[in-house]
């Protein structure tokens, strides 16, 4: 199975900081990553696929980069509403996989 | 609108079964591969496994902690997708999603609201 290990585990930034969160994968997986925003009692909201391609009607500051086994993403001003926990998953093999999370927090 | 509902969570002792329904509306869900996703209490996610889409015979994949135990399927139109649960353990409580992929493969963009089990004496 492919190992996705994800940090912070969590982290606080004030509003307008810039976020960043990093994922790597246990293997090359090329591009075959996404990203989660999941609010408390809340299924998971796609924003990132194919580790660099933002959702339709997600925000712009919202941004993935990487490919191979390491792979960032960034919340370039953070805002109130994105606080929340923070997954990638990978999607090169199966079973599909997940980080443990990035929860971020306002300062 | 695009909706997936599930339903059938509850309390089930250890070794005990339950099914889980998920109804999609709003799609054709045949036309799409299905996957339950599940969250134990203040945990990450975890993929559970999938039911492929009828082109591909609604064949289906497991993951290893739950294969043998758990069993996904569809109705005959293959617009509900269940997940059986059996020899259920206290480590299997969690929130159990079903979630789908519309527009890109394997990026999950639909999501039901999650059903709740909860495995306990």
């Known amino acids: 199975d492919i190992q996705m290990t994800q940090s912070p585990s969590s982290l606080s930034a004030s509003v307008g900081d810039r976020v960043t969160i990093t994922c790597q994968a246990s293997q090359d997986i090329s591009n075959f990553l996404n990203w989660y925003q999941q609010k408390p009692g809340k299924a998971p909201k796609l924003l990132i696929y194919d580790a660099t391609n933002l959702e339709t009607g997600v925000p712009s500051r919202f941004r993935g980069s990487g490919s191979g086994a390491d792979f960032t993403f960034t919340i370039s001003s953070l805002q109130p509403e994105d606080i929340a926990t923070y997954y990638c998953?990978?999607?090169?093999?199966?079973?599909?996989?997940f980080g443990g999370g990035t929860k971020v927090e306002i300062k | 609108e695009v909706q997936l509902v599930e339903s059938g969570g509850g309390l089930v002792q250890p070794g005990g079964s339950l099914r889980l329904s998920c109804a999609a509306s709003g799609i054709i869900p045949s036309d799409y591969y299905m996957d339950w996703v599940r969250q134990a209490p203040g945990k990450g996610l975890e993929w559970v496994g999938r039911s492929r889409n009828r082109p591909n015979s609604y064949t289906t994949e497991y993951a290893a902690s739950v294969n043998g135990r758990f069993t996904i399927s569809r109705d005959d139109s293959g617009n509900s997708l269940y997940l059986q649960l059996d020899s259920l353990k206290t480590e299997d409580t969690a929130v159990y999603y079903c979630a789908l992929s519309r527009s890109h493969f394997d990026a999950f963009d639909i999501w039901g609201q999650g059903t709740m089990v909860t495995v306990s004496s």
């Open positions: 998953q990978q999607f090169q093999n199966l079973p599909l996989t």
